[in-house]
């Protein structure tokens, strides 16, 4: 029998599927013997008092990413893998960003140099597909699918980032020929133009304006287009960072039609308003992304929606950009108007805290849903399953152990990013990730931070299953291989 590493003892652990106590045997960063374990490893933890989850995945994070304002992200891939990993989080999947003009080999590569040396934790990449040249969609997309890259991120909006429908198209028929999963930006990017021009023609150019520049309706459209697209081509989308009702109506629609059509909610939308960017001054700042945060009516909404499965993960959306930084949401002056400031918030270390908290320890999720939406699925999803994403023998030795009890004050000191305020600034939860483990290493335990810059590897993601549905063209003729099917 092999000299085991680690034993994890009177292990209360949930899965997305089962609830069990038993040991956990590590040899070699992998989990190799689930049970009761009579031999002794070098190193024993008796996890008594402890629940224990799969590590968590967030699949939506920005990592030192320019943001179409021309801004980069505060994160770097080491400030950012720490503050996952102090989360519970030991797998992001950031994003390679392509931009006009640029190879989506050579981004890649860019990407990964700055990855390497720094990732604390285990990582791969979406492509962000910005323009579909016919190199890209011919030669570059197959080859770095078959290298591991197996999902790509597309924008309805930003100018600097969207594509033509016709592009998507393009983009979609690709991922239905070659096995890849395609993450859609749904709202409408003129509707939102025309109103920013008429709002700021106005005079009314404050952060709370960016709400009214974005209504729902704006992510309804393009969510439904998104969705008539994907039926088109018949490939699987998932449409991120879903804000509120009228996009989730489209959802549902969608899924009760049988048609590929998944969904991401983040913190965002749970836990913050549109009343957030009336706060005074530029504070609203802090609150904006896009979509925006909706009101009272559509956070209950999503979460009821979590509850009823429509939502496959829930992601974190982090996109860090400091506060009171001239490189940060104020690069454009001290009285930016509303189009000026960088959209996104920062969420990577709160995620799997948050939905603990008034998910599970408020009984509105089970357990076994809260470890689908922060990791299993996400890992099934874009093919890491089962190497990440499970407590089971073969998978990596990826954990968290919570306290359920603890109660925690949240305040950017606690947190490991490298920002100067958090969004959920003393909210109040209760169950909170005090040690997580990284292929059988302890790299978190009470707030302190044992990992190292360049300990994450980088892990090639396989066929996302979904891309394997039963065909349901809406005609005989298959456009994306250009042939009648018999
Ligand atoms: O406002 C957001 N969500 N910023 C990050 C970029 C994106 O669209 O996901
Ligand atoms: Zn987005
Ligand atoms: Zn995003």
Known sequence: ???LDLIIRNANVATSENRFVCDIGVVAGQICQIGEINQTADEELDATGFLITPGGVDSH???????SNGIWTADDWFS????????????IIPFACQHRGQSLRQVVNDYHDLATPKAACDYAFHLIVSDPTEQVLGQELPSLIKAGYTSFKIYLTYDALKLSDREFLDV???ARREGAMVMVHAENNDMIMWMAERLL?????DPRYHATARPMLVEREATHRTISMAELVDVPVLIVHVSGAEAIEQIKWAQNRGLKVFAETCPQYLFLTEDDLDRPGLEGAKYMCSPPPRDKANQEIVWQALEEGVFEVFSSDHAPYRFDDPKGKLAAGESPHFKQIANGVPGIE?????????GVNKGRLSLQEFVALTSTNAAKLYGL?????DITEGSDADFILWDMNKEVTISQELLHDAMDYTPYQDFKVKGWPIMTYLRGKKICDSGNFFGRAGEGQFLECGRPPALDLPTNLPTRFDPAVGKFRA
């Not at 994070?61 to 943001?67: D, G």
């Not at 950012?80 to 797998?91: M, N, P």
């Not at 023609?201 to 150019?205: E, K, N, Q, R, W």
């Open 1 to 3: 029998m092999a000299n």
């Open 61 to 67: 994070c920005h990592v030192e990413q320019i943001s």
């Open 80 to 91: 950012a893998s720490r503050s996952a990993v102090c989360g519970g989080t030991t797998t």
């Open 172 to 174: 979609l028929a690709v």
């Open 201 to 205: 023609a106005a005079g009314l150019a």
């Open 350 to 358: 709160t995620r799997m805290t948050l939905l603990m908290s008034e």
């Open 385 to 389: 399953h089962p190497r990440k994403g």
